[in-house]
């Protein structure tokens, strides 16, 4: 069994930035790919960014391309979304999740991961 606690959320104005990150226990880390996802009030959870096992890999999505980094460090097992430029469109409950499974696709269908935490909220006040 993997858990992953999410930290970090928080109210802020937009154009400000915020760090996010995912602490994650209980079988090897790097076995894992990473992803965070988002999820507003009455929408579905939408992929947000990937990386891959080593770190040396990563995916987002168009909407936050060029605003939000992802990183990992296997030897602190966790996993930090740089959130930067922040719009009020942004505003979400954020998630982080695992995948044990490995492919030439990157992973963003919320279904290809198999462990969650349970969030963090990201407010911006615009």
């Known amino acids: 069994q993997v858990q992953l606690v999410e930290s970090g959320g928080g109210l802020v104005q937009a154009g400000a930035s915020l760090r996010l990150s995912c602490a994650v226990s209980?079988?090897?880390?790097?076995?894992?790919?990473v992803a965070w996802f988002r999820q507003a009030p009455g929408k579905e959870r939408e992929f947000v960014a990937f990386?891959?096992?080593?770190?040396?890999?990563?995916h987002f999505a168009d909407s936050v391309k060029g605003r939000f980094t992802i990183s990992r460090n296997n030897a602190m097992n966790t996993a930090d979304l740089q959130m930067n430029s922040l719009k009020s469109e942004d505003t979400a409950l954020y998630f982080c999740a695992a995948a044990g499974r490995r492919g030439a696709i990157v992973p963003t269908s919320p279904d290809e991961y198999d462990y969650w935490g349970q969030g963090t909220q990201v407010t911006v006040s615009s």
């Open positions: 990386v891959s096992w080593t770190g040396g890999g990563t």
């Open positions: 209980g079988r090897t880390f790097s076995d894992y790919a």
